[in-house]
């Protein structure tokens, strides 16, 4: 049965996102094994997602977590005889709702983490946000983990906005891209600006970017910046 589950596609999405979970490592977003990254399985209701508990030196595709959209483990996949992530519910229902989505990330990096805990949005005020972000990245409701609250937040948060970070109040840092590759960099991305907007603030009052010099920006690193512009998320 395991082999007739394990097309092409799923195993694409496995090594991509086994590979995947190292940047968090990386770039410092996670500490034991905190954090999760999960990918779409494209033409198919399915998802690949880290398995819950595991050390970061031991995630190998074949034990990451074979989840439907509905979050349920699929039976007699690789890895099914592990528990999946505990945001796995939240994962789920991020994908079930937002089709254009290929990838979801959760960390709990440090600066982002601290704005989350202030419930406060971290303001565009440098151009690498209005770049990435389009605008600021916004506060969502705190929520318990466990069920679906946690993804609801995330989707009632982004849905029609064009970040695609958002800081869970008193939690932690979620991303939403095009696929798990995209989710990750939105990732560092947000843990970057963070850092700098704090750092920024330290020294004296912000300096807001203007609306139409942010559509700008964000219009040119969309749609013009780099060797193959892909356009936004949605």
């Not at 399915?46 to 074979?66: C, H, Q, R, T, W």
């Not at 005020?125 to 209005?130: E, G, L, S």
């Not at 939403?176 to 995209?182: H, L, M």
Request: charged share 20%; glycine share 10%; proline share 6%.
């Amino acid at each position: 049965m395991t082999s007739e589950l394990e097309t092409a596609a799923v195993r694409h999405v496995r090594e991509r996102v086994a590979a995947l979970h190292a940047e968090l490592v990386r770039y410092g977003l996670v500490v034991w094994t905190g954090g999760n990254v999960s990918g779409r399985v494209p033409g198919a209701d399915l998802f690949v997602i880290k398995p819950s508990g595991v050390d970061y030196d031991d995630l190998a595709p074949e034990n990451m977590i074979l989840c439907t959209l509905d979050g349920v483990v699929v039976p007699g996949s690789l890895g099914s005889e592990r528990s999946p992530s505990s945001d796995t519910a939240a994962h789920a229902y991020v994908y079930r709702n937002l089709p254009e989505v290929g990838g979801v990330v959760h960390t709990h990096s440090t600066y982002a983490t601290a704005w989350a805990a202030r419930a406060e949005a971290i303001p565009c005020v440098i151009t690498a946000m209005a770049d990435e972000f389009g605008g600021e990245i916004p506060v969502g409701p705190f929520a318990i983990i466990g069920d679906d609250s946690i993804g609801r937040g995330i989707v009632q948060t982004l849905n029609g906005h064009r970040s695609r970070a958002v800081l869970m109040q008193n939690h932690g840092v979620f991303t939403i891209g095009r696929d798990a590759r995209d989710a990750v960099k939105a990732a560092v991305m947000a843990e970057d600006v963070a850092r700098t907007v704090h750092i920024a603030r330290q020294g004296g009052p912000l300096v807001p970017i203007p609306p139409e010099a942010v559509d700008r920006l964000f219009d040119r690193y969309q749609n013009v910046y780099g060797q193959n512009p892909e356009g936004t998320l949605a």
